[in-house]
């Protein structure tokens, strides 16, 4: 359901469905967090991705390979090397 709302650039509904999740004690997982990151910085929605990133260290789930990816290529859609090359080092 997340994915299909990312898929359809409804991305602020992807994140409430997310926070409902965790209001009812279901906790996202690195996966729910992935989808939702890389179809943030595909929207342009930069403020959000690290929002999103920010929360899920908070909850001590350890960002992974595709989180990572997420983030440099969100960069790089966006034009910002200098911080593509930040995440990447």
Request: hydrophobic content about 40%.
């Amino acid at each position: 359901m997340i994915d299909a709302h990312c898929k359809e650039g409804m991305i602020s509904e992807a994140v409430e469905i997310v926070d409902t999740m965790r209001k009812h004690g279901i906790e996202p997982n690195v996966i729910t967090y992935n989808i939702c990151i890389d179809a943030c910085y595909k929207e342009g929605m930069l403020s959000q991705a690290k929002y999103i990133v920010d929360t899920m260290i908070m909850q001590d789930i350890e960002p992974d390979v595709v989180t990572y990816s997420a983030l440099i290529d969100g960069h790089c859609l966006q034009n910002q090397m200098g911080k593509a090359k930040r995440v990447f080092s």
